[in-house]
């Protein structure tokens, strides 16, 4: 693929913003070979107790979804396979259809991942992380200058 240079001016801010300001540098904007995966919208909430991920997968069954955790990175993995087949008299129709989407979260130190607990609604992924309990601060100790 080849631009033109007024394309490539044009682009270039807009890459670089995209590239920093979170997850749409990796858009079919930019790859026109990846034309059926996108990147879902996604809301991060805080509280006292817990994290809330909210994921849009709309279309998606429950079965399609799947959320895996490495160490302190979630992510979440939707793939979708449809199959159509129609025969009729004078023509026959085979349509293949296929999804799908990966999404990563970076956790923080005071989440505890493996106590993650998910549930899907409505076309929205809900996954709750709770936060480890917070330390006691330790004493304070004086040492004696000798």
Do not use: C, W
């Amino acid at each position: 693929m080849t631009l033109s240079s007024s394309k490539t001016v044009d682009l270039i801010p807009s890459a670089v913003s995209d590239f920093f300001n979170a997850d749409n540098f990796f858009t079919t904007r930019f790859l026109p070979f990846a034309a059926h995966e996108t990147i879902p919208s996604a809301n991060v909430k805080e509280t006292d107790t817990q994290f809330t991920i909210e994921v849009a997968a709309p279309g998606y069954r429950k079965e399609d979804l799947k959320i895996r955790l490495d160490e302190s990175t979630l992510t979440v993995q939707a793939e979708k396979q449809e199959e159509k087949n129609e025969e009729k008299e004078s023509y026959r129709r085979r349509e293949f259809s296929y999804s799908s989407f990966t999404r990563s979260f970076t956790l923080p130190k005071s989440a505890e991942g493996a106590k993650a607990q998910a549930s899907y609604r409505d076309g929205i992924m809900t996954i709750v992380v709770p936060k480890k309990a917070a330390e006691a601060d330790a004493p304070v100790t004086q040492i004696p200058v000798q």
